[in-house]
């Protein structure tokens, strides 16, 4: 009977041991929550100088996903009009977020990739589906994997339904729910967290149905989102309401952070937003409580250190494509930059 | 008075012939008209093939011949491999059985090393063959079995039969591995390998934070071209592979490393922990501009620890030194960085030069980058020994596997892509699918047969090659710009804007179709309405 | 005794780097007082590639840059993203001018063959890598100038230039931060260190004018041209106001809020040049004492250039400049040739655009005059008058390309001589049409912006021209360059139209009218066809649906 204890206490133990050798390979991180890269997708959609609010909401959630370790690389950012370069803007190339000046979220390090006209409903829903026209660029291409995790950031001016794209055309909440249920077929994502700031925001997610989605809006069907203050110098609301108290929160959360995202749904309570903070988590498999924040506003890349490098004995050299070895020194020289021949034609003719 | 009852009679049946005129033009040729003009131009796709595909089989057929020097070991030998793979749906041992003729086994006893051996044996069969395999008996083995670099595997008796199983298992084929490439979700080695594609660039940039203090002296095109452009054309049957450069000065990144004191050269050394190391990575990215290629980009970086803070030593989770000759680091689908660090003799002199070793630091590259295609390192089998490699060429049998296994994931990839693409298509019933986008699909399936039938008779390139169109080419079908929902006038709309116009036309024309069958039928129509 | 040590070392340094690896980085800044209460910096860094080596691997070059050109056989690209209007009048003329908004032309090699399709996918690439709009060039707003655009570059001989090149404008797009930061990450030291750190965009997008630009060619490695280099050429030009910085008296701090830290450790060469020719009219100090004064004579006129050589060691370094005494605000004295354009005509149906070009040489001046019209607004080459002539003397030569609705813009390039101290003036008229309501942007009562115009000029004098010969790289080849002509290519002022726009609301309305509309005309018509009308007797009895509407009747009457 101690014998057969014995025996199996140790074949435990060989077992397990096996399995954590066999196991050194896969980083902490993957067993907590399996994915494997993070990207965000942040879109404003509204065009003039007085929606200049929309332009430091974008801009502070690009700021704050930047800061907690998002590449550029993997962040597409929309921004209808230009607000920094204005000439209607007193301070150029900055936007605060608060009449004090307190922090400038358009910085000095910002990368725009959709700017001006290219934001309209079709690139966006193209960038979603991933059918982008073939030239495009790889930074204005959302190339993201099974294992990706997207955050979607969409502020405007929204309706019932509807989110309003530079005041003259509109994508619906039914087209929005299509356009993520393709990216799942696809397996282009592995989990999205999406936001919405603007008005009725909560009906934009009121018809997704595909998997794996949270999902959480400024105010609820029938409310309004509202600004927070004026800034009497540049003479427009600076920024709103939701967005500013999400950046209030994200400016204490750093990198190794051990927040929850449930206590990022309930950042901005009606005393403070004045309407009431949408959520829908039916989609999303996990409990908030334990998704960290880090999941979706930070960056994880698996590191894996290497300890077997290759031994070679010999330097190896290419061999090189044979090249034809008669190259004729080509003549060239400076062409005059002014058509004096045809002066001169004129003038003799 | 009977003129009157014919003339209003010719009136009423002038009247019901223009009633009727309007019913027939509105309805019997206006309403199959419209529906056919607002009718979109779609492609007949095969969803018949399509849905068919869950019932092709998978399986790769590979050649195994089995060398022994009498007919009882080669059948003990073979019915344990046989055995072994019977359950396996993703490969299929064709085994074939043969005797080691006298001349040859006396060779194989008495030379000298396994290398010679494998020479040896190489004469007689055909070892450059793709999708081949040889288990050959050799007496003086010190271990059950031996493998290199070949497509040979020695073992030394009947006894050493399980371990020769378990290699074939395990290192050989990589079944686990295999199954890996074709299921739902992904397992650690499809995490880490890059996703299939025509071909890849490949960047190496030197990192060199400190110009002015430290002069590194490398030739990083020559090295480039030289140690990864010898490894990457023994993978040219897979992918074609651009070879790049460059340098990132100034690039400076704070480790937050710890000074340690210890007995080296220097005295000390300076700890990183390995939470930090992914912050390099988003610096690195940020000048490496991989997003101007096409293709997907593996990075390879080397970072110059500038003389004030080297050594640099990577801490790993739990807080122990790694002990390996060169510090450096990989992340899935992204590349790999070696932190180089100069010697303490380089940092003495009054302009510190480092010269890298070349040789170590391309080692380590090039064996990150076989983990980022595809290549998976085995474990220890005990009893069996793997001769550890020693140039920068892959084993033979790794690149057959690395073929099987990207066959797999190509052709996979490919079903679901498509029948993702018939679902979607099939739901939504107002999306143009033109001829680009049917010949694609067409192409796609027909390449998807094709390859299997190839994988079936074991014509591994051939399948590989097959399997790669068909990926492409329903990657391009899915991609296709035109698949835009948005573009094309939804179908509940097509009410919305023709409903209005038709609606008012349509109710005088309906309601005085019973008046048309009451006249018809002879029945005298008498309704009237006051005014 | 350290500092010498210091320079035997970098010296060293320098040459071992252009041993081993060919790659040569120089950095400079030109700075220059204009009239009245203006100062122009320009900024230029130089990287010098060796055309060998191949496009693949690069070592000071920027390598997303060289993969770019490589790939899409581009001989030689200009791109310039400025934001606001240089004016020649006032100021003389730029290093380099620039339209406003965007503007990129590329020759591409001779061996390419469709040079459309590589110019679509060069735009595409090129959007993604500096964060603008050029995604935007297509066909329909490209054209090719035959007479006004040359190759700065070398080119082979008896090659065919002109159907290689391409020149776009953009004129809407907008210059800010975000194209500043990829613009940076293409130099060396990126903007850690050296000159690059000055270019703060809270300072520099504070200014009248500013252009960042990046301008590659292939250059001659020795005289016989048999060797070639690639040039890699990213610059800056701002031009500052002094009621921006609040005084008279500029220095780096005040201009972009920082000084100077030291050049950058991988430049050979890192010079500051200053223009105080207007320092014998208004007298000014600067500190720290510059290194040496340079006379330059250059086409008839004297330039003094101080020069500061600076040093890759860490010191900062703040360049300023003292006036004496209160300035009076300098005369400015019109340059050789300056030019205004302007729009003509009200409504929403016809109008035209004016040039301008006013001579004030003693002797004749050639220039080449392109306009650019975008397709919607046809120009009427049947209206072309110059000095309200039609068939003028002054034209020596006349191009015009007819423009195609919705593929091609309208192009016309005249060669005209313009006469001592006159002034030309060049009309020719458009209409409006009609757009599509989906080719509408979404701030269509905005406007819509007409490109500048580009003038290229042989000037015979170096009054107020500041341009590097066309041999030259670096900034010191403006000493002492005398030549016979001194070309340019000048860029004028861009237009706005107000083009007529539909009410966007329309759709809606039009939907529920037309409904209306065909319910209330084929009723009518239906009843007529197929029913009576009948007479009915009084005295009749009445349903109670009639005795309704009878009631309703009545009460109207």
């Given at each position: 009977?101690?014998?057969?204890?014995?025996?199996?206490?140790?074949?435990?133990?060989i077992?397990?041991?096996?399995?954590?050798?066999?196991?050194?390979?896969?980083?902490?991180?993957?067993?907590?929550?399996?994915?494997?890269?993070?990207?965000?997708?942040?879109?404003?959609t509204?065009?003039?100088?007085?929606?200049y609010?929309?332009?430091?909401?974008?801009?502070?959630?690009?700021?704050?996903?930047?800061?907690?370790?998002?590449p550029?690389?993997?962040?597409?950012?929309?921004?209808?009009?230009?607000?920094?370069?204005?000439?209607?803007?007193?301070r150029p190339a900055?936007?605060?977020?608060?009449?004090?000046?307190?922090?400038?979220?358009?910085g000095?390090?910002?990368?725009?990739?959709?700017?001006?006209?290219?934001?309209?409903?079709?690139n966006?829903?193209?960038?979603?589906?991933?059918?982008?026209?073939?030239?495009?660029?790889?930074?204005?291409?959302l190339?993201?994997?099974?294992?990706?995790?997207?955050?979607?950031?969409?502020?405007?001016?929204?309706?019932?339904?509807?989110?309003?794209?530079?005041?003259?055309?509109?994508?619906?909440?039914q087209?929005?729910?299509?356009?993520?249920?393709?990216?799942?077929q696809?397996?282009?994502?592995?989990?999205?967290?999406?936001?919405?700031?603007?008005?009725?925001?909560?009906?934009?997610?009121?018809?997704?149905?595909?998997?794996?989605?949270?999902?959480?809006?400024s105010?609820?069907?029938?409310?309004?989102?509202?600004?927070?203050?004026v800034?009497?110098?540049?003479?427009?609301?600076i920024?709103?309401?939701?967005?500013?108290?999400?950046?209030?929160?994200?400016?204490?959360?750093?990198?190794?952070?051990?927040?929850?995202?449930?206590?990022?749904?309930?950042?901005?309570?009606?005393?403070?937003?004045?309407?009431?903070?949408?959520?829908?988590?039916?989609?999303?498999?996990?409990?908030?409580?334990?998704?960290?924040i880090?999941?979706?506003?930070?960056?994880?890349?698996?590191?894996?250190?290497?300890?077997?490098?290759?031994?070679?004995l010999?330097?190896?050299?290419?061999?090189k494509?044979?090249?034809n070895?008669?190259?004729?020194?080509?003549?060239?020289?400076?062409?005059?930059?002014?058509?004096?021949?045809?002066v001169?034609?004129?003038?003799?003719? | 008075?009977?003129?009157?009852?014919?003339?209003?009679e010719t009136?009423?049946?002038?009247?019901?012939?223009?009633?009727?005129?309007?019913?027939?033009?509105?309805?019997?040729?206006?309403?199959p008209?419209?529906?056919?003009?607002?009718?979109?131009?779609?492609?007949s796709?095969?969803?018949?093939?399509?849905?068919?595909?869950?019932?092709?089989?998978?399986?790769?057929?590979?050649?195994?011949?089995?060398?022994?020097?009498?007919?009882?070991?080669?059948?003990?030998?073979?019915?344990?491999?046989e055995?072994?793979?019977?359950?396996?749906?993703?490969?299929?041992?064709?085994?074939?059985?043969?005797?080691?003729?006298?001349?040859?086994?006396?060779?194989?006893?008495?030379?000298?090393?396994?290398?010679?051996?494998?020479?040896?044996?190489?004469?007689?069969?055909?070892?450059?063959?793709h999708?081949?395999?040889?288990?050959?008996?050799?007496?003086?083995?010190?271990?059950?079995?031996?493998?290199?670099?070949?497509?040979?595997?020695?073992?030394?008796?009947?006894?050493?039969?399980t371990?020769?199983?378990?290699t074939?298992?395990?290192?050989?084929?990589?079944?686990?591995?295999?199954e890996?490439?074709?299921?739902?979700?992904?397992?650690?080695?499809?995490?880490?390998?890059?996703?299939?594609?025509?071909?890849?660039?490949?960047?190496?940039?030197?990192?060199?934070?400190?110009?002015?203090?430290?002069?590194v002296?490398?030739?990083?095109?020559?090295?480039?071209?030289?140690?990864?452009?010898?490894?990457?054309?023994?993978?040219?049957?897979?992918?074609?592979?651009?070879?790049?450069?460059?340098?990132?000065?100034?690039?400076?990144?704070?480790?937050?490393?710890?000074?340690?004191?210890?007995?080296?050269?220097?005295?000390?050394?300076?700890?990183?922990?390995?939470?930090?190391?992914?912050?390099?990575?988003?610096?690195?990215?940020?000048?490496?501009?991989?997003?101007?290629?096409?293709l997907?980009?593996?990075?390879?970086?080397?970072?110059?620890?500038?003389?004030?803070a080297?050594?640099?030593?990577?801490?790993?989770?739990?807080?122990?030194?790694?002990?390996?000759?060169?510090?450096?680091?990989?992340?899935?689908?992204?590349?790999?960085?070696?932190?180089?660090?100069?010697?303490?003799?380089d940092c003495?002199?009054?302009?510190?030069?480092?010269?890298?070793?070349?040789?170590?630091?391309?080692?380590?590259?090039?064996?990150?980058?076989?983990?980022?295609?595809?290549?998976?390192?085995?474990?220890?089998?005990?009893?069996?020994?793997?001769?550890?490699?020693?140039s920068?060429?892959?084993?033979?049998?790794e690149?057959?596997?690395?073929?099987?296994?990207?066959?797999?994931?190509?052709?996979?990839?490919?079903?679901?892509?498509?029948?993702?693409?018939?679902?979607?298509?099939?739901?939504i019933?107002?999306?143009?699918?033109?001829?680009?986008?049917?010949?694609?699909?067409?192409?796609?399936?027909?390449?998807?047969?094709?390859?299997?039938?190839?994988?079936?008779?074991?014509?591994?390139?051939?399948?590989?090659?097959?399997?790669?169109?068909?990926?492409?080419?329903?990657?391009?079908?899915?991609?296709?710009?035109?698949?835009?929902?948005?573009?094309?006038?939804?179908d509940?709309?097509k009410?919305?804007?023709?409903?209005?116009l038709?609606?008012?036309?349509?109710?005088?024309?309906?309601l005085?179709?019973?008046?048309?069958?009451?006249?018809?039928?002879?029945?005298?129509?008498?309704?009237?309405?006051?005014? | 005794?350290?500092?010498?040590?210091?320079?035997?070392?970098?010296?060293?340094?320098?040459?071992?780097?252009?041993?081993?690896?060919?790659?040569?980085?120089?950095?400079?800044?030109?700075?220059?007082?204009?009239?009245?209460?203006?100062l122009?910096?320009y900024?230029?860094?130089?990287?010098?590639?060796?055309?060998?080596?191949?496009?693949?691997?690069?070592?000071?070059?920027?390598?997303?840059?060289?993969?770019?050109?490589?790939r899409?056989?581009?001989?030689?690209?200009?791109?310039?993203?400025?934001?606001?209007?240089?004016?020649?009048?006032?100021?003389?003329?730029?290093?380099?001018d620039?339209?406003?908004?965007?503007?990129?032309?590329?020759?591409?090699?001779?061996?390419v063959?469709?040079?459309?399709?590589q110019?679509?996918?060069?735009?595409?690439?090129?959007?993604?890598?500096?964060?603008?709009?050029?995604?935007f060039?297509?066909?329909?707003?490209?054209?090719?100038?035959?007479?006004?655009?040359?190759?700065?570059?070398?080119?082979?001989?008896?090659?065919?230039?002109?159907?290689?090149?391409?020149?776009?404008?953009?004129?809407?797009?907008?210059?800010?931060?975000?194209?500043?930061t990829?613009?940076?990450?293409?130099?060396?030291?990126?903007?850690?260190?050296?000159?690059?750190?000055?270019?703060?965009?809270?300072?520099?997008?504070?200014t009248?004018?500013?252009?960042?630009?990046?301008?590659v060619?292939?250059?001659?490695?020795?005289?016989?041209?048999?060797?070639?280099?690639?040039?890699?050429?990213?610059?800056?030009?701002?031009?500052?106001?002094?009621?921006?910085?609040?005084?008279?008296?500029?220095?780096?701090?005040?201009?972009?809020?920082?000084?100077?830290?030291?050049?950058?450790?991988?430049?050979?060469?890192?010079?500051?040049?200053?223009?105080?020719?207007?320092?014998?009219?208004?007298?000014?100090?600067?500190?720290?004492?510059?290194?040496?004064?340079?006379?330059?004579q250059?086409?008839?006129?004297?330039?003094r250039?101080?020069?500061?050589n600076i040093?890759?060691?860490?010191?900062?370094?703040?360049i300023?400049?003292?006036?004496?005494?209160?300035?009076?605000?300098?005369?400015?004295?019109?340059?050789?040739?300056?030019f205004?354009?302007?729009?003509?005509?009200?409504?929403?149906?016809?109008?035209?655009?004016?040039?301008?070009?006013?001579?004030?040489?003693?002797?004749?001046?050639?220039?080449?005059?392109?306009?650019?019209?975008?397709?919607?607004?046809?120009?009427?080459?049947?209206?072309?008058?110059?000095?309200?002539?039609?068939?003028?003397?002054?034209?020596?030569?006349?191009?015009?390309?007819?423009?195609r609705?919705?593929?091609?813009?309208?192009?016309?390039?005249?060669l005209?001589?313009?006469?001592?101290?006159?002034?030309?003036?060049?009309?020719?008229?458009?209409?409006?049409?009609?757009?599509?309501?989906?080719?509408?942007?979404?701030?269509?009562?905005?406007g819509?912006?007409?490109?500048?115009?580009?003038?290229?000029?042989?000037?015979p004098?170096?009054?107020n021209?500041?341009?590097?010969?066309?041999?030259?790289?670096?900034?010191?080849?403006?000493?002492?360059?005398?030549?016979?002509?001194?070309?340019?290519?000048?860029?004028?002022?861009?237009?706005?139209?107000?083009?007529?726009?539909?009410?966007?609301?329309?759709?809606?309305?039009?939907?529920?009218?037309?409904?209306t509309?065909?319910?209330?005309?084929?009723?009518?018509?239906?009843?007529?066809?197929?029913?009576?009308l009948?007479?009915?007797?009084?005295?009749?009895?009445?349903?109670?649906?009639?005795?309704?509407?009878?009631?309703?009747?009545?009460?109207?009457?």
């Open positions: 009977m101690y014998l057969n204890n014995v025996i199996s206490s140790v074949l435990l133990l077992a397990t041991s096996f399995s954590i050798t066999s196991c050194a390979e896969i980083p902490e991180q993957f067993l907590k929550s399996n994915h494997s890269n993070n990207w965000a997708v942040l879109v404003d509204s065009r003039f100088w007085f929606n609010r929309h332009v430091a909401n974008v801009l502070s959630i690009y700021r704050s996903v930047k800061r907690l370790g998002i550029d690389s993997q962040i597409i950012l929309m921004i209808s009009d230009d607000m920094a370069c204005n000439p209607r803007n007193p900055t936007i605060f977020n608060n009449a004090h000046e307190q922090i400038n979220v358009y000095d390090d910002v990368e725009v990739d959709y700017r001006g006209y290219e934001v309209s409903v079709e966006f829903v193209r960038l979603l589906t991933g059918r982008v026209p073939p030239d495009t660029p790889r930074s204005k291409r190339l993201t994997d099974e294992g990706s995790n997207i955050l979607i950031y969409l502020t405007g001016h929204g309706g019932d339904g509807f989110l309003k794209f530079q005041d003259s055309e509109e994508i619906t909440s087209e929005l729910a299509d356009a993520l249920e393709q990216m799942w696809k397996r282009r994502y592995n989990e999205i967290f999406f936001i919405i700031d603007t008005c009725q925001a909560s009906s934009m997610y009121e018809k997704f149905y595909s998997p794996n989605i949270l999902a959480t809006a105010s609820l069907v029938g409310e309004d989102s509202l600004s927070h203050h800034d009497s110098a540049i003479g427009v609301y920024i709103d309401r939701y967005t500013y108290y999400v950046l209030e929160f994200l400016e204490n959360v750093h990198p190794n952070s051990k927040r929850s995202m449930s206590e990022f749904l309930a950042v901005c309570p009606k005393s403070a937003c004045l309407s009431t903070v949408g959520v829908r988590r039916d989609l999303f498999k996990r409990n908030p409580d334990k998704v960290p880090t999941d979706f506003f930070g960056s994880v890349r698996p590191v894996i250190i290497t300890t077997d490098p290759i031994n070679i010999d330097a190896p050299k290419r061999k494509k044979p090249e070895k008669t190259k004729v020194p080509e003549k060239r020289e400076y062409l005059p930059q002014f058509p004096m021949h045809l001169q034609n004129t003038r003799t003719g | 008075m009977a003129k009157q009852e014919r003339k209003g009136e009423e049946s002038n009247r019901m012939w223009a009633s009727a005129s309007f019913v027939g033009v509105l309805i019997i040729i206006g309403l008209l419209w529906w056919k003009t607002t009718e979109v131009y779609r492609v796709l095969p969803f018949d093939k399509i849905s068919s595909f869950d019932t092709l089989p998978h399986a790769i057929t590979t050649e195994l011949s089995v060398l022994a020097n009498d007919d009882a070991t080669a059948t003990e030998i073979i019915g344990l491999i055995h072994a793979f019977k359950d396996s749906d993703v490969i299929k041992l064709k085994i074939s059985k043969s005797i080691i003729s006298k001349q040859l086994q006396s060779t194989l006893e008495f030379v000298a090393d396994e290398a010679e051996a494998v020479e040896e044996v190489g004469v007689t069969f055909d070892l450059t063959q999708n081949s395999f040889y288990v050959v008996q050799r007496k003086p083995l010190f271990q059950d079995t031996w493998l290199a670099g070949d497509r040979v595997l020695f073992f030394r008796d009947a006894k050493a039969a371990t020769v199983v378990e074939l298992k395990r290192v050989v084929y990589q079944t686990a591995v295999l890996g490439a074709k299921s739902e979700t992904a397992d650690v080695a499809r995490q880490t390998r890059f996703p299939p594609g025509a071909g890849y660039h490949i960047v190496l940039s030197v990192v060199h934070p400190n110009p002015e203090a430290l002069d002296e490398l030739d990083a095109g020559e090295a480039v071209e030289d140690y990864i452009g010898s490894f990457v054309d023994e993978l040219s049957v897979l992918h074609n592979f651009t070879l790049k450069s460059q340098w990132l000065h100034l690039l400076d990144f704070d480790f937050q490393a710890k000074e340690v004191k210890d007995t080296s050269e220097w005295g000390r050394h300076f700890s990183v922990r390995t939470e930090r190391l992914h912050l390099l990575l988003t610096r690195l990215e940020e000048r490496a501009a991989t997003h101007v290629s096409e997907p980009t593996l990075n390879l970086a080397l970072y110059a620890v500038r003389c004030q080297a050594p640099l030593i990577i801490y790993d989770l739990n807080d122990k030194k790694v002990s390996s000759p060169v510090q450096a680091f990989m992340s899935p689908k992204w590349g790999g960085v070696v932190l180089g660090s100069p010697s303490a003799g003495r002199h009054e302009r510190a030069i480092w010269r890298p070793n070349v040789r170590l630091i391309m080692g380590t590259f090039i064996s990150q980058l076989r983990k980022l295609l595809g290549i998976t390192d085995a474990e220890h089998i005990t009893g069996a020994h793997l001769e550890p490699l020693r920068v060429t892959p084993r033979q049998w690149i057959d596997n690395l073929l099987r296994i990207r066959t797999l994931e190509q052709l996979t990839s490919a079903e679901r892509t498509l029948q993702s693409l018939a679902q979607l298509l099939g739901e019933s107002n999306i143009v699918i033109n001829d680009d986008v049917g010949a694609s699909i067409n192409s796609a399936v027909d390449s998807i047969q094709r390859a299997s039938e190839l994988m079936q008779k074991g014509d591994l390139v051939e399948a590989y090659k097959m399997s790669q169109s068909a990926f492409l080419a329903a990657e391009t079908a899915f991609m296709e710009p035109s698949l835009l929902a948005l573009l094309y006038f939804p509940d709309q009410y919305a804007i023709y409903i209005p038709f609606l008012p036309i349509m109710f005088p024309v309906v005085s179709l019973k008046n048309l069958l009451l006249w018809f039928r002879g029945k005298p129509i008498h309704k009237e309405k006051t005014d | 005794m350290e500092s010498i040590r210091k320079l035997i070392y970098y010296s060293i340094l320098i040459t071992i780097f252009q041993y081993v690896y060919c790659d040569d980085f120089k950095e400079e800044i030109f700075l220059k007082p204009l009239p009245p209460t203006h122009y910096g900024f230029q860094f130089v990287t010098l590639v060796d055309s060998e080596t191949s496009s693949f691997h690069s070592h000071l070059a920027p390598r997303s840059l060289t993969e770019v050109i490589s899409f056989q581009v001989e030689e690209l200009h791109l310039t993203l400025t934001e606001g209007q240089w004016r020649h009048h006032q100021w003389g003329y730029p290093v380099l620039a339209a406003p908004g965007a503007e990129l032309y590329a020759w591409f090699s001779p061996d063959a469709d040079v459309d399709t110019w679509k996918k060069l735009t595409s690439t090129l959007s993604g890598l500096f964060c603008a709009s050029l995604n060039i297509d066909n329909f707003n490209t054209v090719t100038p035959q007479m006004a655009l040359w190759p700065m570059g070398a080119v082979k001989s008896g090659q065919n230039v002109t159907s290689q090149l391409r020149y776009a404008s953009l004129p809407r797009e907008i210059v800010c931060t975000e194209n500043l990829p613009w940076k990450k293409l130099l060396p030291c990126e903007s850690s260190r050296g000159f690059s750190s000055l270019l703060n965009s809270r300072m520099i997008h504070n009248n004018y500013h252009s960042i630009g990046v301008h060619r292939k250059i001659c490695k020795s005289n016989d041209c048999s060797e070639t280099q690639l040039e890699i050429k990213q610059t800056v030009a701002l031009v500052y106001d002094y009621d921006i910085i609040n005084s008279n008296d500029w220095s780096f701090r005040k201009l972009f809020g920082q000084g100077l830290p030291g050049a950058c450790p991988l430049s050979s060469e890192s010079k500051i040049y200053i223009d105080i020719t207007s320092n014998d009219t208004h007298a000014y100090t600067l500190t720290p004492p510059p290194d040496n004064i340079i006379v330059s250059r086409g008839g006129s004297d330039t250039l101080a020069v500061y040093k890759a060691d860490g010191q900062m370094i703040n300023g400049a003292k006036h004496n005494s209160k300035p009076d605000l300098p005369v400015s004295i019109p340059p050789p040739l300056h205004n354009r302007y729009i003509l005509g009200y409504g929403k149906e016809f109008g035209g655009i004016v040039t301008e070009l006013t001579n004030n040489c003693w002797t004749s001046i050639n220039v080449v005059v392109l306009e650019n019209a975008p397709w919607w607004l046809p120009l009427q080459l049947s209206s072309l008058r110059v000095n309200g002539q039609a068939e003028s003397s002054l034209v020596l030569s006349q191009y015009y390309s007819p423009g609705s919705r593929q091609k813009p309208y192009h016309l390039e005249l005209i001589k313009l006469p001592p101290r006159s002034t030309t003036t060049v009309t020719i008229d458009f209409e409006f049409v009609f757009l599509k309501w989906q080719e509408y942007p979404p701030d269509a009562n905005h819509f912006y007409v490109g500048s115009a580009l003038i290229s000029a042989n000037l004098t170096a009054r021209y500041t341009s590097l010969p066309i041999a030259g790289t670096t900034f010191d080849s403006v000493v002492n360059a005398s030549k016979q002509w001194y070309p340019i290519v000048f860029r004028t002022n861009g237009a706005m139209v107000s083009l007529p726009t539909p009410d966007f609301s329309m759709p809606y309305n039009v939907i529920c009218l037309a409904c509309v065909v319910a209330l005309a084929f009723g009518p018509l239906h009843n007529i066809c197929t029913k009576e009948v007479l009915k007797p009084l005295g009749t009895p009445v349903s109670l649906t009639q005795k309704l509407f009878n009631l309703f009747k009545k009460k109207r009457d």
